[in-house]
């Protein structure tokens, strides 16, 4: 994701930091450790953001400075994006950190939490507290803030099944919103923030959860059995929403790897939502797809199972191959060195080969940034 969707690099920049008050002159910020897919990247300028009141501050500065600016990208966990050799922009990271309680009743409790939270510790910390809905979402990487910009989901779940409220900045206008639901425009992997890039930066998020412990989602692949495998366990007859999140995370190690040992920015292609007719037509010569009914009677197909039929499960165009055990993720095997543009042939290899076979276009999910910070919708999209 741009600001996004997702992982808390614990890795330290190369260089100093632009105070948020005041602009220095050119700094050159080394971004490979600042993105999971350990592209080499340097910006010119890097900006951390612990307060909503640094950004205000830094705004009214940059306003000022009319005749050297430089655009403004906003970088959270640098899991979802696929960063340039060279950006010519200024950084902004939202690092705000917070999980306030803001209401509760018997049925449910209102939490806002700050973007700058780990959002894999904050599933984990919710369901501690008795507070449920986000255990479907857990081990997602990255952080709070960049989980509405991709409408993150998982296993039956979306975030905006939970979420009350964003507060974000407009950059454009330099104001504050309070955004409900209707006004992110939620889709599928979408929303008003990907839509016009680095024009919100979201401080903080509200959700509301539910506290019945009766109350889970396990029907998506092995999450059922190794949910009810933890229930026994504990002499339980029935799963709980704790099963469920340690199950999904079982799955999800044993599946996904991890960024800090091999880099990657998660699934890389989304799942394909084409028409029925045309999953019949596939389902006669293909009897085993995989496919999940949608509104407008159209089918959301696994592109994982796609490229796996495809033959190339653990293929690519080296540096950049897919995972061995989840072809939907593809891989950096010469990290800090590998560029922007050795994803894009192992991406146009792929995508070439799941199109000559099954007449389906796959569409990229972390989002690719142009030298100037600009997002390229359209770049070596097939």
Known sequence: MTSASCLNSSAQLA???VSAAKLLPSESVDLSHSNTMALTCIADYFVTLTDEAQLDTFMADYAKNTEQQKPLFVLSGGSNVLLPTQLNAIVLQPKMRGISLTAQTDRYVDIEVMAGENWHDLVVHTVSQGWYGLENLALIPGLTGAAPIQNIGAYGVQ???HLQYVR???IPTQ???QLSIADCEFGYRDSIFKRTPNTWLISRVGFRLHTDISKVLASY???QTVAQRYAEQQDRN???PADVMHAIIDIRQQKLPDPKHLANCGSFFQNPIIPQEQFIVLQASYPAIVGYPMPDDKIKVAAGWLIEQAGLKGGGIAPIVTHQQQALVLTNHAPYQATQEDVAIAQRYITDAIYEK?????SREPVWVNTDSSIGHDEHVA
């Not at 099954?358 to 796959?362: D, E, G, P, R, T």
């Open 15 to 17: 260089t100093t930091t």
């Open 159 to 161: 975030l905006e099944d």
């Open 168 to 170: 974000a900045y407009h």
């Open 175 to 177: 104001t504050w919103h």
């Open 221 to 223: 692949g092995d999450v």
């Open 238 to 240: 029935k799963a709980t």
């Open 358 to 362: 099954f007449a389906i276009q796959l």
